[in-house]
Antibody, heavy 119, light 107 residues
Framework: EVQLLESGGGLVQPGGSLRLSCLVSGFNFRSYATNWVRRAPGKGLEWISSISSSGTTTHYAESVKGRFTISRDTSKNTLYLQMNSLRAEDTAVYYC????????????WGQGTLVTVSS | DIQVTQSPSSLSASVGDRVTITCRASQDINNDLAWFQQKPGEAPKSLIYASSTLQPGVPSKFSGSGSGTDFTLTIASLQPEDFATYFCQQYDSYPFTFGPGTTVDIK
Protein backbone atom coordinates (compact mmCIF):
# COMPACT_ATOMS: atom_id res chain seq x y z
CA GLU A 1 0.00 0.00 0.00
CA VAL A 2 1.32 3.41 -1.00
CA GLN A 3 1.77 5.72 1.99
CA LEU A 4 3.11 9.26 2.28
CA LEU A 5 3.53 10.82 5.71
CA GLU A 6 4.40 14.49 6.05
CA SER A 7 6.01 16.09 9.08
CA GLY A 8 7.80 19.28 10.05
CA GLY A 9 4.97 21.77 9.91
CA GLY A 10 4.39 24.34 12.62
CA LEU A 11 4.40 28.00 13.50
CA VAL A 12 7.20 30.15 12.11
CA GLN A 13 7.77 33.88 12.02
CA PRO A 14 7.81 35.83 8.76
CA GLY A 15 11.26 35.62 7.21
CA GLY A 16 11.94 32.33 8.95
CA SER A 17 12.71 28.87 7.60
CA LEU A 18 11.19 25.43 7.92
CA ARG A 19 11.94 22.04 6.40
CA LEU A 20 9.11 19.66 5.63
CA SER A 21 9.69 15.93 5.30
CA CYS A 22 7.59 13.25 3.65
CA LEU A 23 8.34 9.62 4.46
CA VAL A 24 7.13 7.38 1.64
CA SER A 25 6.53 3.64 1.53
CA GLY A 26 4.82 1.04 -0.61
CA PHE A 27 6.44 2.04 -3.89
CA ASN A 28 9.88 2.42 -5.46
CA PHE A 29 10.78 6.02 -4.70
CA ARG A 30 13.30 6.04 -7.58
CA SER A 31 10.63 5.22 -10.15
CA TYR A 32 8.15 8.04 -9.62
CA ALA A 33 8.15 11.80 -9.64
CA THR A 34 6.92 13.39 -6.43
CA ASN A 35 5.40 16.75 -5.64
CA TRP A 36 4.49 19.29 -3.03
CA VAL A 37 1.03 20.84 -3.24
CA ARG A 38 -0.48 23.28 -0.76
CA ARG A 39 -3.87 24.63 0.17
CA ALA A 40 -4.09 27.96 1.95
CA PRO A 41 -7.10 28.78 4.14
CA GLY A 42 -10.05 29.73 1.98
CA LYS A 43 -8.11 29.08 -1.22
CA GLY A 44 -7.75 26.25 -3.69
CA LEU A 45 -5.02 23.73 -4.33
CA GLU A 46 -1.70 25.12 -5.52
CA TRP A 47 1.02 22.94 -7.06
CA ILE A 48 4.34 24.29 -5.84
CA SER A 49 7.14 21.88 -6.75
CA SER A 50 8.06 18.58 -8.39
CA ILE A 51 11.15 16.40 -8.52
CA SER A 52 11.62 13.88 -11.29
CA SER A 53 11.89 10.12 -10.78
CA SER A 54 15.63 10.34 -11.40
CA GLY A 55 15.94 13.17 -8.91
CA THR A 56 17.85 15.26 -11.43
CA THR A 57 15.11 17.66 -12.53
CA THR A 58 13.08 20.00 -10.35
CA HIS A 59 10.31 22.48 -11.10
CA TYR A 60 8.79 25.25 -9.02
CA ALA A 61 5.80 27.56 -9.05
CA GLU A 62 6.71 31.19 -9.52
CA SER A 63 5.31 31.96 -6.06
CA VAL A 64 8.05 29.93 -4.34
CA LYS A 65 10.91 29.97 -6.84
CA GLY A 66 14.15 31.06 -5.21
CA ARG A 67 12.78 30.54 -1.70
CA PHE A 68 11.80 26.84 -1.61
CA THR A 69 13.94 23.83 -2.53
CA ILE A 70 12.67 20.34 -3.17
CA SER A 71 15.00 17.39 -2.63
CA ARG A 72 14.94 13.75 -1.69
CA ASP A 73 17.03 11.10 0.02
CA THR A 74 16.26 7.74 -1.57
CA SER A 75 18.20 5.88 1.14
CA LYS A 76 15.73 7.26 3.66
CA ASN A 77 12.66 7.13 1.37
CA THR A 78 12.10 10.76 2.24
CA LEU A 79 11.06 13.80 0.22
CA TYR A 80 11.91 17.24 1.56
CA LEU A 81 10.81 20.82 1.07
CA GLN A 82 13.19 23.44 2.43
CA MET A 83 11.26 26.68 2.85
CA ASN A 84 13.15 29.94 3.39
CA SER A 85 12.09 33.59 3.60
CA LEU A 86 8.62 32.53 4.62
CA ARG A 87 5.73 34.94 4.20
CA ALA A 88 2.25 35.10 5.67
CA GLU A 89 0.85 33.98 2.32
CA ASP A 90 2.78 30.71 2.63
CA THR A 91 0.43 29.70 5.44
CA ALA A 92 -1.23 26.50 4.22
CA VAL A 93 -1.56 22.77 4.58
CA TYR A 94 1.29 21.21 2.60
CA TYR A 95 0.76 17.86 0.93
CA CYS A 96 3.30 15.58 -0.60
CA UNK A 97 2.01 13.59 -3.52
CA UNK A 98 3.23 10.85 -5.84
CA UNK A 99 2.80 10.84 -9.59
CA UNK A 100 1.68 7.87 -11.62
CA UNK A 101 4.05 6.02 -13.90
CA UNK A 102 5.14 7.64 -17.12
CA UNK A 103 3.60 11.03 -17.87
CA UNK A 104 0.76 10.65 -15.40
CA UNK A 105 -0.32 13.09 -12.74
CA UNK A 106 -0.69 12.68 -9.00
CA UNK A 107 -2.31 9.43 -7.95
CA UNK A 108 -1.55 9.32 -4.22
CA TRP A 109 -1.50 11.96 -1.48
CA GLY A 110 -0.25 12.33 2.06
CA GLN A 111 -2.47 13.66 4.81
CA GLY A 112 -0.75 17.03 4.94
CA THR A 113 1.11 19.15 7.45
CA LEU A 114 0.08 22.66 8.50
CA VAL A 115 2.51 25.54 8.18
CA THR A 116 1.53 28.81 9.83
CA VAL A 117 3.62 31.92 9.16
CA SER A 118 2.80 34.56 11.73
CA SER A 119 4.45 36.85 14.23
CA ASP B 1 1.91 29.74 -17.89
CA ILE B 2 -1.31 27.89 -18.62
CA GLN B 3 -4.33 29.29 -16.80
CA VAL B 4 -7.13 26.97 -15.76
CA THR B 5 -10.67 28.06 -14.98
CA GLN B 6 -13.63 26.11 -13.65
CA SER B 7 -17.35 26.68 -13.68
CA PRO B 8 -19.45 26.95 -11.73
CA SER B 9 -17.51 27.94 -8.62
CA SER B 10 -20.22 26.29 -6.54
CA LEU B 11 -23.45 24.45 -7.04
CA SER B 12 -26.23 23.05 -4.91
CA ALA B 13 -27.64 19.67 -5.84
CA SER B 14 -29.78 16.89 -4.45
CA VAL B 15 -28.98 13.24 -3.90
CA GLY B 16 -29.55 11.45 -7.18
CA ASP B 17 -28.86 14.49 -9.36
CA ARG B 18 -26.54 14.37 -12.34
CA VAL B 19 -23.84 17.01 -11.95
CA THR B 20 -21.47 18.44 -14.54
CA ILE B 21 -18.44 20.64 -13.84
CA THR B 22 -16.50 22.39 -16.58
CA CYS B 23 -12.78 23.10 -16.75
CA ARG B 24 -11.12 25.28 -19.38
CA ALA B 25 -7.42 25.73 -20.12
CA SER B 26 -5.96 28.87 -21.65
CA GLN B 27 -4.21 26.84 -24.36
CA ASP B 28 -4.30 23.37 -25.86
CA ILE B 29 -3.25 20.82 -23.26
CA ASN B 30 -4.09 17.75 -25.36
CA ASN B 31 -5.81 15.51 -22.81
CA ASP B 32 -3.37 16.18 -19.94
CA LEU B 33 -6.13 17.01 -17.51
CA ALA B 34 -6.78 15.47 -14.09
CA TRP B 35 -9.63 15.75 -11.60
CA PHE B 36 -9.40 15.64 -7.82
CA GLN B 37 -11.92 15.58 -5.00
CA GLN B 38 -11.34 17.09 -1.58
CA LYS B 39 -13.55 16.97 1.47
CA PRO B 40 -13.11 19.32 4.43
CA GLY B 41 -10.26 18.26 6.70
CA GLU B 42 -9.15 15.50 4.35
CA ALA B 43 -6.39 15.06 1.80
CA PRO B 44 -7.33 15.38 -1.85
CA LYS B 45 -8.26 12.22 -3.69
CA SER B 46 -7.27 11.56 -7.30
CA LEU B 47 -10.25 10.72 -9.48
CA ILE B 48 -9.39 10.95 -13.18
CA TYR B 49 -6.34 11.45 -15.40
CA ALA B 50 -5.85 11.86 -19.15
CA SER B 51 -9.20 13.62 -19.23
CA SER B 52 -11.29 10.47 -18.97
CA THR B 53 -9.37 7.59 -17.35
CA LEU B 54 -10.53 6.69 -13.86
CA GLN B 55 -7.90 6.13 -11.20
CA PRO B 56 -8.06 2.60 -9.74
CA GLY B 57 -10.86 2.20 -7.25
CA VAL B 58 -12.83 5.26 -8.38
CA PRO B 59 -16.49 4.38 -8.95
CA SER B 60 -17.86 4.52 -12.46
CA LYS B 61 -20.42 7.18 -11.53
CA PHE B 62 -17.55 9.60 -12.15
CA SER B 63 -16.68 10.28 -15.76
CA GLY B 64 -14.54 12.79 -17.59
CA SER B 65 -14.41 14.01 -21.13
CA GLY B 66 -12.83 16.62 -23.35
CA SER B 67 -9.58 17.45 -25.08
CA GLY B 68 -7.73 20.52 -26.20
CA THR B 69 -8.98 23.30 -23.93
CA ASP B 70 -12.43 22.22 -22.73
CA PHE B 71 -13.13 19.43 -20.28
CA THR B 72 -15.98 18.18 -18.09
CA LEU B 73 -16.38 16.06 -15.00
CA THR B 74 -19.75 14.38 -14.59
CA ILE B 75 -21.12 12.66 -11.51
CA ALA B 76 -23.93 10.40 -12.70
CA SER B 77 -26.03 10.17 -9.55
CA LEU B 78 -24.91 12.30 -6.65
CA GLN B 79 -24.59 10.48 -3.35
CA PRO B 80 -24.03 11.95 0.13
CA GLU B 81 -20.32 11.05 0.02
CA ASP B 82 -19.88 13.08 -3.17
CA PHE B 83 -20.51 16.45 -1.57
CA ALA B 84 -17.04 17.98 -1.74
CA THR B 85 -14.86 20.40 -3.67
CA TYR B 86 -13.60 19.31 -7.08
CA PHE B 87 -10.44 20.59 -8.73
CA CYS B 88 -9.08 20.09 -12.21
CA GLN B 89 -5.36 20.33 -12.98
CA GLN B 90 -3.43 20.60 -16.21
CA TYR B 91 -0.20 18.62 -16.31
CA ASP B 92 0.73 19.30 -19.90
CA SER B 93 3.49 21.74 -19.03
CA TYR B 94 5.13 23.23 -15.97
CA PRO B 95 4.11 24.99 -13.86
CA PHE B 96 1.23 22.58 -13.40
CA THR B 97 -1.87 24.57 -12.51
CA PHE B 98 -5.09 23.76 -10.72
CA GLY B 99 -8.44 25.27 -11.40
CA PRO B 100 -9.97 27.32 -8.55
CA GLY B 101 -12.34 24.54 -7.56
CA THR B 102 -16.06 23.79 -7.63
CA THR B 103 -17.84 23.18 -4.35
CA VAL B 104 -20.79 20.81 -4.55
CA ASP B 105 -23.13 21.12 -1.59
CA ILE B 106 -26.51 19.84 -0.60
CA LYS B 107 -29.57 21.66 -1.86
Amino acid sequence: EVQLLESGGGLVQPGGSLRLSCLVSGFNFRSYATNWVRRAPGKGLEWISSISSSGTTTHYAESVKGRFTISRDTSKNTLYLQMNSLRAEDTAVYYCAKDGSGWKPIDSWGQGTLVTVSS
Amino acid sequence: DIQVTQSPSSLSASVGDRVTITCRASQDINNDLAWFQQKPGEAPKSLIYASSTLQPGVPSKFSGSGSGTDFTLTIASLQPEDFATYFCQQYDSYPFTFGPGTTVDIK
